[in-house]
């Protein structure tokens, strides 16, 4: 290899390795993390965050639903909770909580952002689909413990651990999970 050639190598692993590149292009898969700063809580499962670049997105928190609070809800995609007025006021409810859940702990914090290699990098609407941590937690995890959000099935490396605290919560009839009774 050529100095030039080993030259552009070292700089682009040194990119690569500082989270210094932006968003990949659709379909390119990484497992990298990023710093940032929450700037805005669009609802419980979607944050704004301003990367460390001065960079802003729109980030959705990757293998999590909660209810919708600008929209209708559907009871059909929460296992369990009926069709009904009672059942869909008890989903807006619990979206609701889970955006002020979002509001409360992220709003203004610092938090990293990490991608996931078997997920895309950008889901509808060209949001980043990530998981956000703060204080060494996952944010995404603690919706679905404390009953704020359902699995969203989709392809993910944590699927089966998300899968398996959705199932805690339901069974406990945690959170929006009372809404099934």
């Known amino acids: 290899m ?6 552009a190598l070292a700089v682009a692993a040194l ?4 989270g210094c590149l932006g968003p990949l292009a659709d379909g390119q898969q990484s497992a990298e993390s990023r710093d940032a700063t929450v700037v805005g809580v669009v609802d419980g499962d979607t944050v704004d965050v301003l990367f460390d670049d001065g960079t802003e997105e729109r980030v959705r928190l990757l293998g ?3 209810p919708e609070v600008h929209v209708d809800v559907s009871p059909g995609e929460f296992e369990g909770v009926p069709d009904s007025e ?5 989903l807006r ?7 002020e ?10 938090v990293t952002v990490r991608f996931d290699a078997e997920s895309d990098r950008r889901g509808g609407y060209d949001r980043l689909l990530a ?3 703060v204080e060494n937690e996952s944010f995404n995890r603690a919706l679905l413990a404390n009953g704020y959000a359902r699995l969203y099935d989709s392809e993910f490396t944590e699927r089966d651990d998300y899968a398996a605290v959705e199932r805690r919560a339901r ?3 945690t959170g929006l999970w009372a809404c099934a009774s």
């Open 131 to 133: 998981y956000v941590i």
């Open 86 to 90: 009672a059942g869909r006021s008890c």
């Open 171 to 173: 069974e406990d009839g």
């Open 64 to 66: 999590v639903d909660t």
């Open 101 to 110: 859940y979002a509001t409360e702990r992220l709003a203004g914090e610092s």
């Open 93 to 99: 409810s619990w979206g609701e909580r889970a955006s």
């Open 15 to 18: 990119a690569v390795s500082t």
């Open 2 to 7: 050529n100095r030039r050639a080993l030259a």
